[in-house]
C-alpha cells in the first residue's frame, strides 16, 4: 500500500511569491491534515480535511494560506503572498474513520519550503 | 496547550536505555509517539488510549497514566536505528487534530 506522498520535497521562493504544495493521502483515507514545523520547534496542525469539507483550521496563520481538497482525494495548500516566517517543513497526514479506530494519523515526508 | 516533553535530548550507547516523558495540563483521549529522522516522514511508534488499550511497534513500550494525564515511552536495548527525534501528539477527543510536544532528541553511539 502506498504511503502518503507530498510535492514538491523542497522549495525555495522570494518573499511575495507564490508557492502551491500537494499532498496525496492514501487511497481510502478521509481525513486528511496538513501541519508544519519551523525549524527547531514542534510540530503544528494547521488544518483538516474530511473528505472534502474542512472540518477544523483554527492552525491557519492567516488569509494568506489557502488549502483545498477537490473531490475529497489530494489536496494543496497555496501560500500567497509568501513571507520569510512561512519557511518550515509542511507535513501532511492521512487517516481512516470508522467505528472502532483511532485516528492513526500517517504522515508524508513533507515539503521544506524556503522563503528567501 | 502543548504538551511536554522530557529530557529535550538524550545520548546513548548501544544498548542502553531510555525513557522519554510527555505531560499534558489538559484531559487526554489518547497519546501518540513518532520517530522523525532528519528530512523523513515522522513514523507512527504507538498509541495509547484512555482506558488502557495500546498498541505497540517492535522493541518499543509505553505507557499512561490517565491521572496524571503523563505517557511515557521505554526504549529498551537501544539500536543504532532508534537514533531521531521522538514526538508526543496529545488528542483530547477520539478524533480530530494531534497536539505535538517539542520533540526529544535521542542520539545512541555504537
Known amino acids: 500500500e502506498a504511503g502518503v506522498t507530498q510535492f514538491p520535497s523542497h522549495s525555495v521562493i522570494e518573499k511575495g511569491q507564490t508557492v502551491t504544495l500537494r499532498c496525496d493521502p492514501i487511497?481510502?483515507?478521509?481525513?486528511l491534515y496538513w501541519y508544519r514545523r519551523v525549524m527547531g520547534k514542534e510540530i503544528k496542525f494547521l488544518l483538516h480535511f474530511v473528505k472534502e469539507s474542512k472540518q477544523d483550521e483554527s492552525g491557519m496563520p492567516n488569509n494568506r494560506f489557502l488549502a483545498e481538497r477537490t473531490g475529497g482525494t489530494y489536496s494543496t495548500l497555496k501560500v500567497q503572498p509568501a513571507e520569510l516566517e512561512d519557511s518550515g517543513v509542511y507535513f501532511c497526514?492521512?487517516?481512516?474513520?470508522?467505528?472502532?479506530?483511532?485516528?492513526?494519523?500517517?504522515f508524508g515526508p513533507g515539503t521544506r519550503l524556503t522563503v528567501l | 496547550q502543548q504538551p511536554v516533553q522530557s529530557p529535550q535530548a538524550v545520548i546513548l550507547r548501544e544498548g542502553e536505555d531510555a525513557v522519554i516523558n510527555c505531560s499534558s495540563s489538559k484531559a487526554l483521549y489518547s497519546v501518540h509517539w513518532y520517530r522523525q529522522k532528519h528530512g523523513e516522514a515522522p513514523v507512527f511508534l504507538m498509541i495509547l488510549l484512555k482506558g488502557g488499550e495500546q498498541k505497540g511497534h517492535e522493541k518499543i513500550s509505553a505507557s499512561f497514566n490517565e491521572k496524571k494525564q503523563q505517557s511515557s515511552l521505554y526504549l529498551t536495548a537501544s539500536q543504532l536505528s532508534y537514533s531521531g527525534t521522538y514526538f508526543c501528539g496529545t488528542l483530547g477527543t477520539s478524533y480530530g487534530k494531534l497536539t505535538f510536544g517539542q520533540g526529544t532528541i535521542l542520539t545512541v553511539h555504537p
Open positions: 497526514a492521512s487517516s481512516p474513520s470508522g467505528p472502532g479506530l483511532n485516528n492513526e494519523q500517517f
Open positions: 487511497s481510502g483515507h478521509d481525513n
